[in-house]
């Protein structure tokens, strides 16, 4: 069964730029959360999706946004990149997260911002 | 005050002994909770979760429950250096916006 896939695993971008992270999870799961990783703030939600719905959204800047395709195949996107938004960003995909909490976390995709 | 705390460590003990890892949340309403193991470079994975006051054993790991004090622990016992990692505590908390919230996580090393 293959696990939850995240590309690109590495970009570099400047600030003002905008970047767009792409997330596939487990063949079934139709819900996909998507954490901003540092070593300061540790994991730190940005939002979750569900049957192309947003269920969730954390407490991060509108310039964080996200959608859910048919297929639960997720994008998330950032726009006006800014230094503190490099990061590993991480999307987790689950049957049911908010019930069973099981979280299949993908490889990340490492963002640096210059 | 931060939803989830833990002690960011690192925490050092040697092999075979005892790892204790805590961790404390605000929302008294929060019903479920999550211990999640991270190696260096990898990403986060479910080892156990626990629902009820009390302990929750799973093989060398136990959970710990607490809700009137609102703590949640993990023990490892007969700790291995392959448990090297931070381990991620997470709360399923209610309110509104329903979501999993993780603290900064502890870091374990076992040493030979």
């Known amino acids: 069964k293959a696990g939850v896939t995240q590309t690109p695993r590495y970009l570099i971008k400047t600030r003002g730029q905008q970047v767009t992270l792409s997330c596939s999870p487990i063949?079934?799961?139709?819900?996909v959360s998507w954490y901003q990783q540092t070593p300061g703030q540790g994991l730190q939600f940005l939002f979750e999706?569900?049957?192309?719905?947003?269920?969730n959204k954390g407490n991060f800047p509108g310039r964080f946004s996200g959608r859910q395709f048919s297929n639960s195949r997720s994008e998330m996107n950032v726009s006006t990149l800014e230094l503190g938004d490099s990061a590993l960003y991480l999307c987790?995909?689950?049957?049911?997260?908010?019930?069973?909490?099981?979280?299949?976390f993908g490889e990340g995709s490492r963002l640096t911002v210059l | 005050q931060k939803e989830v705390e833990q002690n960011s460590g690192p925490l050092s003990v040697p092999e075979g002994a005892i790892a204790s890892l805590n961790c404390t949340y605000s929302?008294?309403?929060?019903?479920?909770f999550f211990w999640y193991r991270q190696y260096s470079g990898k990403s986060p994975e479910l080892i156990m979760f626990?629902?009820?006051?009390g302990d929750k054993e799973d093989g060398r790991f136990t959970a710990q429950l607490n809700k009137a004090s609102q703590y949640v622990s993990l023990l490892i016992r007969d700790s291995q250096p392959s448990d090297s990692a931070t381990y991620l505590c997470?709360?399923?908390?209610?309110?509104?916006?329903?979501?999993?919230?993780f603290g900064k996580g502890t870091k374990l090393t076992v040493n030979p």
């Open positions: 987790a995909s689950s049957l049911l997260a908010w019930i069973t909490g099981e979280l299949f």
């Open positions: 063949s079934g799961h139709r819900s």
């Open positions: 999706y569900f049957s192309e719905t947003q269920r």
């Open positions: 929302d008294r309403g929060s019903q479920s």
């Open positions: 626990i629902y009820s006051n």
């Open positions: 997470a709360v399923r908390v209610q309110g509104g916006s329903e979501k999993l919230v």
